[in-house]
């Protein structure tokens, strides 16, 4: 199985700036691109302006992040039933958490508790990483992967593939070790390097984009994020999405 442009997503986080400048705009223009799905993020914040506009523009949302731990799981849920998201992802948790194996424990044991909420309401949960939970080691292994030992079944990972090469590891490796766990990822290039302005269109850095193409087969989203970049936003996203039809057809 191969990921397919049928599952081509874009973060929305990406063009925040647009989105807070015209939001209907902003998104008839990714859906001029090709897109027909987006992440929204800060969910419980967005979801009352996106979810008629995503209609509108003939756009869904199956993936979203939001605060999930140590965040109002309830408010989360009910946003993403405005919006039709099946997949809420936690975005980010403080460094300092991911540094022994209790701590890890403890964050895996707040998501378990978000996923048993959210089954019922027909929502996954899961988590994404940066850069850190791969570099910081735990026993010699990447806290995230000790991480992803202590999480339920139901608990899913999005795995933000540049970052983890950041982290210092090899990509493919990481996802055939975490499996099945793994149902959506961030695409992204770049140099390598925590700058965020050093992040290019997918395809065009440093990053080996082709071997992280071929590892992530059975992923039900593939999506595209910069961070920042020093050219235009929109003209990455759009060189983006190119490559990547062109690489996955």
Known sequence: MTLDTSKI?????????????DLG??????????????EPFGLQDSAASLAPLLAEHGLSAPSAHAKVVGGDVDAVLAAAAQTGTTLVVEPHVDPQRWTTAEDVAAIAAELNAAA????DAGVTI??????????????????????????????????DTY???????????????????VKAVHL????????????????SGQVDVDSILAAVGGVDLGVIELDDTTGDMFTAVENSYSYLVKALS
């Not at 970052?163 to 766990?181: F, H, M, N, T, Y």
């Open 163 to 181: 970052w983890a090469v950041v982290g210092g590891v090899d990509v493919p490796e990481l996802l055939g070790r975490l499996g099945s766990r």
């Open 116 to 119: 048993e909420r959210a089954a």
């Open 188 to 203: 992204k290039d770049g140099d390598g390097s925590r700058d965020n302005t050093k992040q290019v269109a997918f395809g």
């Open 126 to 159: 899961g988590y994404h990483n940066h850069e850190f939970e791969l570099a910081t080691k735990i026993d010699g292994r990447p806290a995230l992967e000790v991480f992803a030992d202590h999480l339920a079944d139901g608990v899913a990972l999005e795995v």
């Open 25 to 38: 705009g902003t998104l008839a223009r990714l859906a001029s691109i090709g897109f027909r799905q987006v």
């Open 9 to 21: 997503s874009v973060q929305l986080y990406t063009v925040r700036e647009a989105l807070a400048a």
